[in-house]
């Protein structure tokens, strides 16, 4: 055998995996398809800004308590976003936004109750004849389409009502200075345990019996490898192990078994465009008087991008254009010009400054996780009669091939960083025990 066990994958599952099994003095290849780490996070700095663009995951949620340890670890903290947020009203005019996502949402416990699974588009339409109710189902539509980057109508409400129960919080904050210190933090201290990393290496196939894995990869220039193992952690997204087989994906020999195979289908990846907008200068903050001066938030669903955000606490330049599900989905086929000149006329034209947006602007990033081949979309959600589609996909198969990554997380985690970083803990708990190895980290 060439290693104890292989990981998949170097975003935050797999890192967290391979560090953690690696600190159990086993040997730990770590097998990674870009030329970074970081997988679905990827922070882009700027010389002239003092905060890093996040082209993937950015926020925080909840207490996410592995997250705040590592940013402990790395010398750096979570900050807290503004609370100031602002909608536009039918007549186009922004307002301050009074809709509380949670009170929203809380609309999703009565579907507890349901006999059987059925969309979110389903079940919010119960409301649409109760006056009082349709503003309120209106804003949990916003909240799948916008906060899980869902498509309503094939979205599991059941699987949404988990998720609510399960204590998902809305309390958000984002890693000051970005997530890159954190990330480089949990890389550095692989190669600390002694993790052999290779980059820019593509999984091909992995075949395997109790007991044993032979991973075929190929580098970047070309150079076949062929390691094997006691175990693999496989942390692929949902959105590339949907595809496995296919002539570009890895492909499993023999195939995974039919009910995670079952699992994958019932695990969607949401949509999502987002665009980082550079200006000269924070020009919002100044207009109207600086009536927008503290704003985190702008929400308009009636625009291509329905929701906008600043980098409060930090005073930056930087404004994120945001589409999620359907509204995303409609963007699909627009080329990157084509995107930044929406995101850009949609922000000026939500302040009901157009040309002053335009004269401020001085550059844009982002980046198409839809057509990344090693992502396949943004982060995972759950579709009509999947309920339990997470756990089936994290469970090991034989004791020798382990899951992990956000679309395995079964406490209301999904989606997110922290919930990847439990994840790749679990996993590697689980293939210490079946290797014989104390499980106490």
């Not at 193992?229 to 570009?248: K, M, N, Q, Y």
């Not at 200068?281 to 001066?293: D, G, K, P, V």
């Not at 963007?331 to 084509?338: G, H, M, T, Y």
Request: charge should be negative; aromatic fraction near 8%.
């Amino acid at each position: 055998m060439d290693a104890d066990a292989i990981v998949i994958g170097a975003g935050a599952a797999g890192l967290a995996a391979a560090r953690s099994l690696a600190s159990r003095s086993l040997h730990v290849v770590l097998l990674e398809a870009r030329d970074r780490v970081g997988g679905r996070v990827l922070s882009q700095t700027s010389a002239q800004a003092p905060s890093a663009a996040e082209l993937g995951a950015e926020f925080i949620h909840g207490p996410a308590r592995e997250t705040m340890a590592l940013l402990r670890d790395a010398g750096t903290a979570a900050v807290d976003t503004g609370k100031v947020s602002w909608v536009c009203s039918q007549s186009g005019e922004l307002l301050r936004d009074g809709n509380d996502f949670r009170s929203a949402a809380s609309i999703f416990e009565a579907a507890g109750k349901l006999q059987r699974d059925e969309s979110v588009d389903e079940f919010l339409r119960r409301f649409e004849a109760d006056e009082r109710m349709r503003e309120t189902a209106d804003v949990a539509r916003a909240f799948v389409e916008g906060f899980e980057a869902a498509d309503p109508e094939i979205a599991s409400v059941l699987a949404i009502a988990d998720e609510w129960r399960s204590g998902v919080d809305f309390a958000i904050a984002r890693p000051l200075g970005g997530y890159h210190p954190m990330f480089e933090r949990l890389r550095a201290e692989c190669a600390t345990a002694g993790v052999w990393s290779h980059l820019s290496t593509v999984v091909q196939r992995i075949s395997w019996h109790r007991g044993s894995v032979t991973v075929d990869a190929q580098s970047a220039y070309g150079e076949s490898r062929t390691i094997r193992a006691r175990a693999a952690v496989i942390t692929l997204p949902a959105g590339v192990l949907r595809h496995s087989g296919d002539e570009t994906e890895v492909v499993f020999d023999p195939n995974l078994p039919s009910v995670k195979r079952d699992a994958l289908q019932s695990i969607e990846m949401g949509h999502v465009v987002r665009v980082g907008l550079w200006f000269r200068s924070a020009f919002w903050e100044r207009i109207r008087n600086e009536r927008y001066r503290d704003s985190a938030f702008f929400r308009c669903v009636g625009q291509p991008f329905q929701a906008y955000w600043t980098q409060l606490p930090i005073r930056s330049e930087l404004i994120v254009a945001w589409a999620g599900g359907p509204k995303a989905t409609a963007l699909i086929e627009a080329s990157r010009e084509e995107l930044i000149r929406s995101a850009l006329d949609g922000f000026g034209a939500l302040l009901g400054e157009s040309a002053l947006a335009r004269e401020e602007f001085e550059d844009a990033v982002m980046h198409d996780w839809n057509r990344d081949p090693f992502a396949r979309g943004a982060y995972s959600y759950i579709t009509v009669g999947g309920r339990n589609a997470r756990g089936v996909l994290g469970a090991p198969v034989d004791d020798t091939l382990f899951f992990a990554g956000e679309a395995t997380s079964t406490d209301g985690q999904g989606g997110t960083v922290n919930g990847a970083l439990e994840t790749g803990e679990r996993a590697a708990r689980e293939v210490a025990t079946s290797l014989g190895m104390r499980t106490n980290r």
